[in-house]
């Protein structure tokens, strides 16, 4: 075999040392305060700072993007390392990569109630909605709250019922959703979101009315935003993947201590005009709990299951989750 070039050594040596550098990290989250810790460690650049401790310098990129198909997309496709999204997203990619890719849970990031508000005077229940209304999600049949909507339509007609109203979804981004609901007067009747926007539509229409609460679906507090990951990523990455999630357990301490700190950043970062003492208040609901641990997610992963929307059961939380000290007192 002849001897390669130095050029041709170079490049290969700078290709494979690319492959596995440690120190690049691409964070895609979406629109609400769900992703607050994200914010947090975003303006207070934790992620850089435990990457030092760590002894490495990590270059932080953050995108922005709207529904779990879209989040999926760019997580498979190489453009982001870590996806941000509900657990319907992750138990599919889960699914769908298992013994591959190998995609499972990071982290997660809070629990916080999910209401269905619908600004029909009509709609008191789920069994309200008729042909005639559109309810906005931020993904058809594949976002976290299209799942809660079908785990209730199964309580409510049966599983066999469980896609009844997915013919009434529409993917919408969260601001463009509550701001048909709070105008009214367009085909959108119902926005199963997310806070601050839930709040807000409630507060700016005396119509908006709460139909669903996910709480009450899954039985209780629940961890409905993730985050996830290639085990590629995770195992190429060790040190950044560290620092990211210790950054990311002392966003929760920050926003757990200092709620009006927690708003402030959040108004910072999103160059939101989101009235403060509408966030406050939402930060320090009983019902909003700020925790990396997932909460209460086999639920879902059972329920999608059962309907057959994936073909892996997880027994545990722990079937789609990566192991961390960190996140390891989940449900």
Do not use: C
């Not at 209730?152 to 048909?180: I, N, V, Y």
């Amino acid at each position: 075999m002849k001897p390669l070039k130095l050029s041709t050594a170079i490049a290969a040596l700078v290709l494979a040392t690319a492959a596995h550098a440690e120190g690049r990290i691409r964070i895609a989250e979406q629109f609400g305060v769900t992703y607050l810790l994200l914010n947090i460690a975003q303006e207070q650049k934790l992620i850089e700072k435990y990457g030092k401790r760590n002894g490495v310098d990590i270059a932080v990129e953050w995108t922005k993007l709207s529904g779990g198909a879209a989040i999926n997309d760019a997580l498979l496709s190489g453009s982001i390392d870590i996806a941000g999204a509900g657990v319907g997203p992750l138990i599919t990619l889960w699914d769908r990569t298992k013994d591959r890719h190998n995609v499972k849970g990071v982290a997660a990031l809070g629990s916080f109630p999910y209401y269905l508000v619908s600004n029909n005077p009509k709609v008191k229940s789920i069994a309200d909605f008729t042909d005639k209304d559109r309810i906005a999600l931020p993904a058809v049949t594949v976002s976290v709250q299209s799942r809660i909507l079908q785990m209730a339509a199964a309580k409510q007609w049966g599983d066999k019922e469980f896609a009844r109203l997915d013919k009434l979804t529409q993917s919408l981004p969260h601001p463009d959703a509550a701001s048909a609901i709070i105008a009214g007067g367009t085909e959108i009747s119902g926005h199963f979101g997310t806070p601050p926007f839930q709040e807000q539509e409630l507060a700016q229409n005396r119509n908006a009315r709460i139909v669903l609460n996910s709480y009450d679906v899954l039985g209780g507090p629940s961890s409905s935003t993730l985050l996830y990951a290639t085990e590629k990523y995770r195992k190429e990455n060790p040190k950044t993947y560290r620092s990211f999630v210790q950054a990311l357990a002392e966003a929760a301490d920050y926003a757990a201590r200092n709620p009006e700190g927690a708003a402030d950043i959040y108004l910072k970062v999103n160059q939101s005009k989101v009235d403060r003492n509408l966030l406050l208040k939402v930060f320090r609901s009983p019902e909003v709990q700020f925790r990396i641990a997932p909460q209460n997610t086999l639920p879902i992963a059972q329920f999608m299951h059962r309907v057959g929307a994936v073909k892996n059961k997880p027994a545990s939380w722990r079937d789609y989750f990566f192991d961390d000290p960190l996140v390891d007192q989940g449900s």
